[in-house]
């Protein structure tokens, strides 16, 4: 019986970081993508062109050194994020959007990388694609990853396919 509790043990674990990576993906491509896409379409509904966000900490005072404004261009096509932390420093964020409203770019500067993702989208205006490019700031290296969402024949997610590189890829069965 103690022979086969390294072995459940180890299968559960498997298991477990398996669901974890999947739901990982999931969640950052899929739901807050579509979350961001309501947001910017109510955003858009309500005629919001700013949002500033103030932190406080316990005892009631405004944190130090906390700042977030979103501007969001009168066409509704560009909404771009600033925010400054403390010891994290600054960074902005600017997403594009198209004449449907769907985010189709993102540029992400702060905490020395600049990133870039580009998003795709099928026929029936699912997202399909994200590429992501990163680059260190001050350094020439730029890596690439792309996450391909493909899904059957009644609009469920089968599997994302995840290329680092140009050749390096793994599939993530649903």
């Not at 103030?54 to 979103?70: H, I, K, L």
Request: charged share 20%; aromatic share 14%.
């Amino acid at each position: 019986m103690k022979k086969n509790i390294p072995f459940f043990l180890l299968s559960t674990v498997a298991f477990l970081t398996a669901a974890g990576v999947k739901g990982q993906y999931y969640y950052k491509d899929i739901v807050s993508h579509a979350q961001n896409q309501a947001k910017f379409s109510r955003f858009k509904k309500w005629k919001v062109s700013s949002v500033s966000v103030t932190s406080y900490e316990a005892a009631g005072e405004p944190s130090e050194g906390f700042r977030f404004n979103q501007q969001i261009n009168n066409g509704y096509t560009q909404a771009k994020t600033v925010m400054e932390m403390p010891f994290s420093g600054r960074m902005s964020l600017t997403n594009f959007y198209n004449a449907q409203g769907q985010l189709y770019r993102t540029t992400d500067s702060g905490y020395q990388t600049y990133t870039v993702y580009e998003y795709g989208y099928d026929s029936l205006q699912r997202l399909t694609t994200i590429i992501q490019q990163a680059q260190a700031i001050g350094d020439k290296t730029r890596t690439t990853e792309t996450h391909r969402w493909t899904y059957d024949l009644n609009g469920v997610l089968q599997k994302m396919v995840r290329i680092k590189g140009t050749t390096d890829s793994s599939t993530i069965q649903l």
